[in-house]
T-cell receptor, first 113, second 113 residues
Framework: EAGVAQSPRYKIIEKRQSVAFWCNPI?????LYWYQQILGQGPKLLIQ????????DSQLPKDRFSAERLKGVDSTLKIQPAKLEDSAVYLC???????????FGNGTRLTVT | GENVEQHPSTLSVQEGDSAVIKCTYS??????FPWYKQELGKGPQLIID?????GEKKDQRIAVTLNKTAKHFSLHITETQPEDSAVYFC????????????FGSGTRLQVQP
């Protein structure tokens, strides 16, 4: 089966600019997650979708981050405006249902200068 | 919320030796404990998982043990090979309420040929 696809692989922006990341989960996976991974740390959940509804966004900095999952398939994560501390790898993952194994994409490495 | 602690942060072994990574979790409602391997520039990949109704699970050179009373679980890799070199993450998932994986901080394993 095709894995989780993410784009772009790398992005460099200046602080206060905006950026968007795209994710296409494994076909048929109802649950989609965005994780932020700061260098040297474990992934930290930003938002979880079940189909096209938000299940958990308690750790999403909503003043600057937004995410959507239209039609319950692809998802987009946006940051506006970016801060230096947003430099990280943004990982998208999907699972068949909540509680089943997560499959991760290779992430987007964001550098904010 | 759930807190997962992982030790050691770095581990260096000789090829053929065994490696053990340990994690503790705080939330007694957690019942699913996966382990992920992350290679440079890639997303985490599931290597083995265990549910709370099982005390031990083995897959070739990899095994995971779970002590639910003590709230800790461990990854054991036997006969290590250079290709085992990577960062390993443990994670925990609760069975009710907020149901997204909480990750440990990672262990960088280096297998010396």
């Amino acid at each position: 089966e095709a894995g989780v696809a993410q784009s772009p692989r790398y992005k460099i922006i200046e602080k206060r600019q905006s950026v968007a990341f795209w994710c296409n989960p494994i076909s048929g996976h109802a649950t989609l997650y965005w994780y932020q991974q700061i260098l040297g740390q474990g992934p930290k959940l930003l938002i979880q979708f079940q189909n096209n509804g938000v299940v958990d966004d308690s750790q999403l900095p909503k003043d600057r981050f937004s995410a959507e999952r239209l039609k319950g398939v692809d998802s987009t994560l946006k940051i506006q405006p970016a801060k230096l501390e947003d430099s990280a790898v943004y990982l998208c993952a999907s699972s068949l249902v909540v509680g089943s194994p997560l499959h991760f994409g290779n992430g987007t490495r964001l550098t904010v200068t | 919320g759930e807190n997962v602690e992982q030790h050691p942060s770095t581990l260096s072994v000789q090829e053929g030796d065994s490696a053990v990574i340990k994690c503790t979790y705080s939330d007694s409602a957690s019942n699913y404990f996966p382990w992920y391997k992350q290679e440079l520039g890639k997303g985490p990949q599931l290597i083995i998982d265990i549910r709370s109704n099982v005390g031990e699970k083995k897959d070739q050179r990899i095994a995971v043990t779970l002590n639910k009373t003590a709230k800790h679980f461990s990854l054991h890799i036997t006969e290590t090979q250079p290709e085992d070199s990577a960062v390993y993450f443990c994670a925990a998932l609760r069975d009710t309420g907020r149901r997204a994986l909480t990750f440990g901080s990672g262990t960088r394993l280096q297998v010396q040929p």
